[in-house]
């Protein structure tokens, strides 16, 4: 059975740093599109990061490059989320998901029906 378990989430001040991880297990995404999403209360769920676990495509959504990193362990057993310089607008409940399918991340990476699996979530708060 595949699951995926984020953890890491936590009440912090603005401007600190949290890594969030997502370990994989049942299934090694060898060359599957992996994304973070977050959902802030009344808000849809968006896209934050991707990654691609070949390691040939990374992207951010714009309101958190520069400050969050998408990484992946060379197993590819787990997915991390390094974010620096938090803010409250980061509030969120933070999601792993993975498309089991083999297409590219490429541009259509904030589409949430494309991820076949998804993780319970991990909350993150931020205060000012």
């Known amino acids: 059975q595949v699951r995926l378990v984020e953890s890491g989430g936590d009440s912090v001040q603005a401007g600190a740093s949290l890594t969030l991880s997502c370990v994989v297990s049942?299934?090694?995404?060898?060359?599957?599109?992996m994304a973070w999403f977050r959902q802030a209360p009344g808000k849809e769920r968006e896209g934050v990061a991707s990654?691609?676990?070949?390691?040939?495509?990374?992207d951010y959504t714009s309101s958190v490059r520069g400050r969050f990193t998408i990484s992946q362990d060379n197993a590819k057993t787990t997915l991390y989320l390094q974010m620096n310089s938090l803010r409250s607008e980061d509030t969120a409940v933070y999601y792993c998901?993975?498309?089991?399918?083999?297409?590219?991340?490429?541009?259509?990476?904030?589409?949430?029906?494309?991820?076949?699996?998804w993780g319970q979530g991990t909350q993150v708060t931020v205060s000012s």
């Open positions: 990654l691609f676990t070949d390691g040939s495509s990374i």
């Open positions: 998901a993975v498309d089991s399918s083999r297409d590219p991340c490429g541009r259509a990476w904030k589409t949430r029906g494309r991820y076949t699996r």
């Open positions: 049942g299934f090694t995404y060898r060359r599957n599109c």
